[in-house]
Structures are given as C-alpha cells and as structure tokens.
C-alpha cells in the first residue's frame, strides 16, 4: 500500500472519531447544565479545556457561553479540530482515497459533510442542539459501521482501525484530565449530590454509564477513573483501544504479538504493558492529572512514530529517545 494512502485513511478515521467525541461532551453537557447550579461560563470552558484548545479560544473569543462554544466547537472552520473541520477533513481524505474505501463510505461521508455545511445547519444547533447532536454521533457511528460491513479487513482497514483507536483512547484521558483538573475546585463538594451529577456526566461523555452501572454498583471517582483506564472490555476505555490498536499494527507488520519490529510497535507495546501491569492505586499516588499528561504524551509520540514508520512522514520536533 502506497504511504499516502495510508496516512489518508489512518486520519480519516481519525478525524470522524474526533467529530463524534466531540458531538458526544457537547451533548452531556448540555444535560449537565440543566442539573447544575447556573453560573455563567463555569459550564462551557471545560468542553472546550477538553479540546487542549482554550488558547485558541481565547485568542478569537471573548467568553464561554453557550451559543460561542457551540458555535466554535461545531461550526468554526478557522478551527481544525471543530466538527465541520473534522468531516470536512474526513472527506477530503475520503475523495483522495476512493479507490481504496467502499462507495457506501464515500456517499455516507460526502452526506454528512454536505448537511454539516448547510447554511441551516448553525440555526438548527442553537435551537434544537440535542437532536443536533445525536444526529452527529448516529451519521459517525453508521460510518463506522460501513467501514466494518462493507471494506475488506485488510490493510487499509487496520490502518483506519489503528488511526481511530488512537484518538478514541486521547479523548477518554481528555475527558477525565478534565473532571480531576477544573470541574470539581471544592474539596466541600466530594461525595455530594453535584459530584455525582459531574461523574455521571464523565461517564455518558464515553458512553460508558450503562456499562459501569452493570459492573459497579456506586459511582465513585476511583471507581470511574479505574473503568475509563483500565478495564479490558469496555470499548472506549484507553487499555481496550490501545490493546485493539497494538493487534492492528501486528497485523499490518506481519510480526507475532510480543514481539517488536519497528519504532511504532515498540511504543505503542511500551504503553499496552504499563496500561496492563498499572493500577489505579499507582495513578493516585503519582498524580491524576500527571498520569493523563504523560499518557497524552505518549500516544501523540506513538502517533509520530507512526508517521515515521508507515508514512514517511518526520516529526517536526525530535522527542525524547526513552519514555518517561
């Protein structure tokens, strides 16, 4: 497979898994400030804190309400990482590609950017946001269900599999960096009936409510924290997709698991085994937001290395030669 090819179906799935996330914490939280005490600002800024973007947004805008963060997180094309941005992205990376995806993936794909870009679109959000919004994750999940149904389980579908695992696992650490960083200041408020609105928000932002009210019985901050990194079956949890994208990479390699042939399995096996061999005791006592920062670290220099090995692509910036 050619390396432009690859680069261009590794970051389409990329970009569509970004745009859904994306629509997803605008849709909790949308439910999150009817719950919680009005206050102005304090609802929004961390939607787009979530993003690592809040310079970008300060720099353009100059406060968080509700119509501003919306309007930038959805619709904002100066902005790379809103959701018009991101299907826009997926299209063009989709056009280039045609021969390799299925017909279905590219008529889904080019609908979906084609109604985002509608002038009626930005109205329809304002006033109507939370069938906007699950309309945006339901046209991201059939184009995921496409890929699955209708393309082959090659190589080119290891590669959207990889590119799609990698950015699904950097919004969980997002999400929850988050909550333990900005959400909750009030050491008065732990264990109260705010605390757990927040945390039930933490885990409907992953789609992980459901299941971690069948496994655990109480939401508890070290019972959610330990859900989102840890546990090996649920789908958006960061060790369950960076287990899936570790045997996306062996498959494309040709190597058996456990063993390493290029800089990219050998950081991305790195990450597999400490997520394996770690448990949320250790992430207490180094530091919630520390973990999650070092974690983000890592998968962007796994992201790099990719981009070395496959796509002969080299990182602007030399990172360091041994992990942290």
């Given at each position: 497979?050619?390396?432009?090819?690859?680069?261009?179906?590794?970051?389409?799935?990329?970009?569509?898994?970004?745009?859904?996330?994306?629509?997803?914490?605008?849709?909790?939280?949308?439910?999150?400030?009817?719950?919680?005490?009005?206050?102005?600002?304090?609802?929004?800024?961390?939607?787009?804190?979530?993003?690592?973007?809040?310079?970008?947004?300060?720099?353009?805008?100059?406060?968080?309400?509700?119509?501003?963060?919306?309007?930038?997180?959805?619709?904002?094309?100066?902005?790379?990482?809103?959701?018009l941005a991101c299907v826009a992205a997926a299209r063009e990376n989709g056009r280039s590609i045609r021969e390799i995806i299925s017909s279905e993936m590219?008529?889904?794909?080019?609908?979906?950017?084609?109604?985002?870009?509608?002038?009626?679109?930005?109205?329809?959000?304002?006033?109507?946001?939370?069938?906007?919004?699950?309309?945006?994750?339901?046209?991201?999940?059939?184009?995921?269900?496409?890929?699955?149904?209708?393309?082959?389980?090659?190589?080119?579908?290891?590669?959207?599999?990889?590119?799609?695992?990698?950015?699904?696992?950097?919004?969980?650490?997002?999400?929850?960096?988050?909550?333990?960083?900005?959400?909750?200041?009030?050491?008065?408020?732990?264990?109260?009936?705010?605390?757990?609105?927040?945390?039930?928000?933490?885990?409907?932002?992953?789609?992980?409510?459901?299941?971690?009210?069948?496994?655990?019985?109480?939401?508890?901050?070290?019972?959610?924290?330990?859900?989102?990194?840890?546990?090996?079956?649920?789908?958006?949890?960061?060790?369950?997709?960076?287990?899936?994208?570790?045997?996306?990479?062996?498959?494309?390699?040709?190597?058996?698991?456990?063993?390493?042939?290029?800089?990219?399995?050998?950081?991305?096996?790195?990450?597999?085994?400490?997520?394996?061999?770690?448990?949320?005791?250790?992430?207490?006592?180094?530091?919630?937001?520390?973990?999650?920062?070092?974690?983000?670290?890592?998968?962007?220099?796994?992201?790099?290395?990719?981009?070395?090995?496959?796509?002969?692509?080299?990182?602007?910036?030399?990172?360091?030669?041994?992990?942290?």
């Amino acid at each position: 497979m050619l390396s432009r090819v690859a680069n261009s179906i590794y970051w389409m799935c990329r970009y569509i898994e970004r745009a859904e996330n994306v629509a997803r914490f605008i849709s909790v939280n949308l439910n999150l400030v009817l719950d919680m005490p009005s206050e102005k600002g304090k609802h929004w800024e961390p939607l787009v804190m979530t993003t690592g973007d809040q310079a970008f947004f300060d720099k353009h805008h100059p406060d968080y309400n509700r119509e501003t963060v919306i309007r930038f997180l959805t619709f904002e094309r100066n902005y790379p990482n809103s959701i018009l941005a991101c299907v826009a992205a997926a299209r063009e990376n989709g056009r280039s590609i045609r021969e390799i995806i299925s017909s279905e993936m590219w008529e889904h794909l080019n609908t979906f950017y084609l109604e985002l870009a509608d002038a009626k679109s930005p109205r329809f959000a304002l006033e109507d946001p939370h069938r906007f919004f699950k309309i945006i994750q339901m046209r991201s999940h059939l184009f995921t269900g496409l890929m699955d149904c209708t393309m082959s389980h090659g190589e080119a579908w290891n590669f959207a599999r990889i590119g799609m695992m990698i950015e699904r696992a950097d919004k969980t650490s997002r999400i929850l960096d988050v909550k333990y960083f900005m959400l909750l200041p009030q050491a008065e408020l732990v264990n109260t009936p705010i605390d757990n609105i927040q945390w039930t928000a933490v885990l409907k932002s992953a789609s992980a409510f459901e299941m971690f009210r069948k496994a655990h019985h109480h939401i508890t901050p070290r019972g959610v924290a330990n859900f989102l990194i840890f546990d090996s079956q649920f789908p958006r949890s960061i060790r369950h997709c960076i287990s899936k994208a570790m045997v996306c990479l062996h498959r494309i390699g040709g190597s058996a698991p456990g063993s390493v042939h290029n800089e990219a399995e050998k950081r991305l096996g790195r990450l597999e085994a400490d997520l394996a061999y770690t448990d949320i005791d250790e992430v207490v006592h180094q530091g919630m937001h520390e973990y999650l920062d070092n974690l983000q670290t890592r998968l962007n220099r796994v992201d790099m290395a990719i981009g070395t090995t496959f796509f002969n692509l080299k990182p602007l910036i030399e990172t360091a030669t041994n992990e942290q």
